[in-house]
């Protein structure tokens, strides 16, 4: 097993299960620079590293003075935000989607010989269907879902929170 830093930029705690696989290792492209592991991550050494990273268009982040990074020397904390600043693009929360996954993934359900499944859509009022509606449209222009057409559909439940606002489940 071995222990990784995990970096909470949401600014609330988060209780993550005993035992939780957080991620998993993956191999790095070429184009990245990889400090040895051998106790040489000297302040000064990594400092170097960032300041090479630079690029001219890094920005602070958003609500960067709320970061709560942890208890370390103000230098560190310098160190790395500047490394943050350098990904913002990863680190930074985007409109619609979860909070820091927006990426490019692919998948593949194996449903073996299964015929499609499409279900038949549920009833709803007009003012439900413009929601779904709008809510599907900001997914969609957030890249979070992409058009599909496929033979497979399943209806979405609209779910009316204590709060007055509504949850859609798909």
């Known amino acids: 097993m071995v222990s990784v830093v995990v970096l909470n930029v949401e600014g609330r705690r988060e209780k993550l299960p005993a035992c939780e696989a957080l991620g998993t290792w993956i191999p790095t492209d070429a184009d990245m620079e990889i400090l040895s592991l051998n106790g040489e991550r000297e302040r000064d050494r990594v400092a170097k590293w960032v300041a090479a990273l630079k690029k001219d268009d890094a920005r602070p982040l958003q609500d960067e003075d709320k970061l709560d990074i942890g208890d370390m020397e103000a230098a560190d904390k310098d160190l790395v935000i500047a490394l943050l600043r350098q990904y913002a693009g990863i680190v930074e929360k985007k409109p619609g989607c979860p909070p820091l996954a927006k990426m490019n993934v692919e998948h593949h359900i194996n449903t073996g010989n299964t015929a499609p499944i499409m279900q038949r859509r549920r009833r709803h009022a007009v003012s439900e269907n413009l929601l779904i509606d709008k809510e599907v449209d900001d ?32």
């Open 139 to 170: 997914m969609l222009s957030n890249q979070v879902i992409e058009p599909g057409e496929g033979a497979w559909g399943f209806p979405v439940v609209i779910v009316r929170k204590k709060d007055g606002k509504c949850e859609i489940l798909y």
